[in-house]
């Protein structure tokens, strides 16, 4: 599948890679200048893959608070909850974000491989609960642009004025650009100031060249590496279904005080005591880990890393991983090409 930026991302020669089907540009100079170019000025990410659902009726909030971790009743109209949603084991189907439009309507957004699965599991806690809900899968109705970085409320502000400077962080507001209507939502996947926005199709070329006047575009390599320093979970990698919250780092999304699915999975699991936890690393050795490779202690097996890259801001290779809960060494050594290398663990934001 493609993007309706496809074409414009071989214009600017755009390094395509397959992505959940999507065939998404992973790069356009270089991932080293696309991640600077975020932290120190503007990037713009081609994240139309994503998918999107509006859960409406009388029964929408009730319902969203049945399926997710977190707790709406943090949140008021126009703000947006991140949190995990969960199989009746504790584990991950997805981590989302839900944003609450008006009463009884919200816009959750979904990541791309779990699209469909997504909106399988929503329709099945429907009928499970009898919710008084209505559950549309819009991801073909809307593309996904991340304006990401140090000075895009600049770029934002030539584009849409007005619209994103009081915009307060994790919420989100209807606009307009000519005569399409579109979400914009404070948030992003950088840990730099941005806004995600949600328009149609057929708006986003013209959208995309109007930004480009002062961002630079970015691959989904730079956003891999982005997230990584600042230690956010990728689905499939720290967070799956066979990894529940409460060992991803992720129990602060997490309210024990309300019922959720997944909740006396989870009850079990602490009382039974939480067995590995996820740790960031710093390389002390050459070598850059990945998904998969194995960790020890020096002797044997301890656990597996889940993310690595290269760091351009600090320059050194760094990555995320899971170790036993109660591991007290400060070094660990992992397993690459069959050679251990040393690294020291870290917390799990690096910058």
Known sequence: MKTALYEIHKE???????????????????????????????????????????????????????????????????????????????????????YYLAENKFFVVVNASNTEKDYAWFLKQRDIYKADVEIKNLSDKYDLLAVQGKTAAVCLQAVLPGVFTDLPVFSMREASYHEHKLYIARTGYTGEDGAEIFLPPQASPAFYRDLLKNAVPCGLGARDSLRLEKGYSLYGHEISDQINPLESGLAWTVDLDKQFTG???????????IKRRLSGFIMED???????????????????????????????????????????ESHIYISLRGTLKKAYLHKRKFV
């Open 12 to 98: 600017l020669g755009a390094k395509f890679v397959d992505f959940s089907g999507w065939d998404m540009p992973v790069q356009f100079n270089s991932v080293i200048s696309e991640h600077l170019a975020v932290r120190n000025g503007t990037g713009i990410f081609d994240a139309s893959h994503m998918g999107e659902m509006l859960v409406s009726g009388s029964g929408a909030f009730a319902f969203i608070n049945q399926v997710i971790t977190n707790n709406l009743n943090r949140i008021a109209p126009g703000k947006g909850i991140y949190s995990p949603v969960l199989y009746e084991n504790g584990t991950c189907v997805d981590d989302i974000i839900v």
């Open 286 to 328: 050459p070598g850059v880990a990945r998904n998969g490779n194995e960790i020890s202690d020096g002797k044997k097996n301890i656990g597996y890393v889940t993310s690595g890259t290269f760091s351009p801001v600090l320059k050194k290779n760094i990555g995320l991983c899971f170790i036993p809960a109660d591991y007290k």
């Open 263 to 273: 909740k006396d999975a989870l009850l079990a699991m602490k009382k039974a005591g």
